[in-house]
């Protein structure tokens, strides 16, 4: 490649590319961007997903730690007597302690609404608007429309300020209780519907009648022994990234309900149960459409081709997009009498 010379101080001539030879410079710098690029973002999604899997690790030991301590694992919901359902309590606020949050923990009055003071306050100050860095996911990036980018819900009605007793401005979580299969699912290896409350976090009204403001009730607790399928196959608390309150029409107006807080950690919505399937419903469990997703609660995050789970004995496992229906039904159920191979997981 010969190269022009270009005169200098003192006379002497130096060597100088060309315009031409500068653009093929350029380009080939271009092309060796493009091809590092997909491996940058790769490098960073994994480190996003280690990031994940330590925060799962770090709630198991808290479950496994509040288990120990009190012989059951802590109630899906709870709800204070005289408070509305709306304003109950999720398992995510009661075993705190147990993830080194004890001074938030001390800061929430159980006996009162997540949505009013002391718990909530308007200048976002409250322990309920409190974001705890290990309920959210660095991969997140989908989100339903009231979730904010800071990890709070945002404002329903856009008025400028953050109204007690609506729920704006909880914190969020990515990670959701399982409270088992839907209630009509069938149990493929059986070949009966498993029936409500399968699970290990459990809806309200397994204890019971609960509505409206009725007097304390809690959700049925589940003691380590009543796990017959075994703590390694059977899901505690699974990936649901990005929500923010319950919509069913896909985040075109009209469709949200602003009374199931489902994104909030202190809400007593961060239970689901597991029910879709590809046979029947046209979208899996596992990562179905943002639309579906913020109606359905299914398993759902921003990590290609699965999502993280934890289970009963405290381990991690990364359940993938194609994973069939009836594997991870099993997997939700404590007690389904299921046989899984090695199939269960791939990761």
Same mark, same amino acid.
């Given at each position: ?8 101080? /003192? @006379?002497?001539?130096?060597?100088? =590319?060309? *315009? ?16 590092? *690029? ?12 280690? &990031? ?5 690790? &770090?709630?198991?030991?808290?479950? #496994? ?6 012989? !059951? =694992?802590?109630? @899906? ?18 075993? #705190? ?32 608007? !409190? ?48 409270? @088992?299969?839907?209630?009509?699912? !069938?149990?493929? &290896? %059986?070949? +009966? ?14 204890? /019971? ?6 007097? &304390? ?13 075994? !703590?390694?196959?059977?899901?505690? %608390? ?6 923010? +309150? ?25 239970? @689901?149960?597991?029910? #879709? ?29 699965? +999502?993280?789970? #934890?289970?009963?004995? /405290?381990?991690?496992? =990364? ?29």
């Amino acid at each position: 490649m010969r190269c022009k010379d270009v005169r200098v101080a /003192g @006379g002497r001539k130096r060597p100088a =590319f060309t *315009l031409v030879e500068l653009l093929v410079v350029i380009a080939i710098i271009g092309i060796l961007v493009a091809l590092l *690029l997909p491996a940058i973002q790769a490098a960073r999604e994994a480190a996003r997903r280690t &990031q994940c899997v330590n925060n799962l690790k &770090q709630i198991g030991i808290g479950m #496994l730690n509040f288990e120990k301590a009190r012989r !059951t =694992f802590p109630p @899906g919901e709870f709800k204070p007597a005289g408070v509305n359902t709306n304003g109950a309590l999720a398992w995510s606020a009661w075993f #705190l302690p147990y993830i080194e949050e004890n001074n938030l923990y001390n800061l929430i009055d159980f006996k009162k609404d997540i949505r009013k003071e002391p718990n909530w306050k308007a200048d976002l100050t409250g322990p309920t608007n !409190t974001i705890i860095p290990v309920y959210l996911c660095p991969s997140m990036a989908r989100r339903q429309t009231r979730r904010e980018m800071d990890g709070r819900l945002g404002q329903f009605n856009n008025d400028g300020i953050y109204n007690p007793g609506s729920g704006e401005g909880l914190a969020c979580i990515d990670y959701m209780g399982i409270s @088992g299969p839907g209630s009509r699912v !069938t149990n493929p &290896q %059986v070949g +009966v519907m498993y029936g409500g409350e399968r699970g290990m976090l459990l809806n309200m009204d397994s204890g /019971g009648p609960c509505r409206g403001t009725a007097p &304390q009730c809690s959700a049925k607790t589940i003691p380590m022994r009543k796990v017959t399928d075994g !703590t390694s196959h059977t899901i505690l %608390v699974g990936e649901c990234s990005g929500r923010g +309150v319950e919509d069913s029409n896909g985040d075109r107006p009209g469709g949200e309900s602003f009374n199931k807080l489902d994104g909030a950690w202190a809400s007593k919505n961060n239970v @689901g149960h597991i029910k #879709l399937n590809i046979d029947t419903d046209k979208y899996s469990a596992i990562n179905p459409p943002p639309e579906i997703n913020w109606e359905e609660h299914e398993f759902f995050s921003d990590h290609p081709g699965g +999502v993280n789970i #934890l289970m009963c004995d /405290g381990s991690v496992h =990364f359940l993938q997009d194609d994973t069939h229906y009836p594997i991870y039904y099993a997997l939700c159920s404590r007690d389904g009498a299921e046989i899984l191979g090695d199939e269960a997981f791939r990761d």
